[in-house]
């Protein structure tokens, strides 16, 4: 699963994001915004006000959401990577 955190320096919600991530053992990359204009744009343009805007396979959503962080995680237990991995059909 990819799971993207778009951030901004001294951000308490981008950090509380990235501890309850990293406490349910969900990896994710991070982006930080001011270093990546076009991506900010990008992401302004598609209605995200505030960050952290988190990207998963499945959802997206800006702020600190620990409902949504506590769902992803339970998702992933119940949904192991190999399950979604695309399979190859021999005929």
């Known amino acids: 699963m990819t799971v993207t955190v778009f951030t901004k320096p001294r951000c308490p919600q981008c950090e509380a994001t990235k501890r309850q991530l990293t406490r349910a053992n969900i990896a994710f990359e991070t982006v930080d ?49 190999d399950a979604t991995a695309p399979q190859t059909v021999l005929a």
């Open 33 to 81: 915004l001011t270093e990546n204009p076009s991506t900010l744009e990008q992401l302004t343009q598609a209605g995200f006000r505030q960050a952290p805007v988190v990207i998963t396979p499945d959802a997206s959503w800006s702020g600190y959401r620990p409902d949504l962080i506590k769902q992803l995680a339970v998702n992933a237990v119940e949904t192991p990577a």
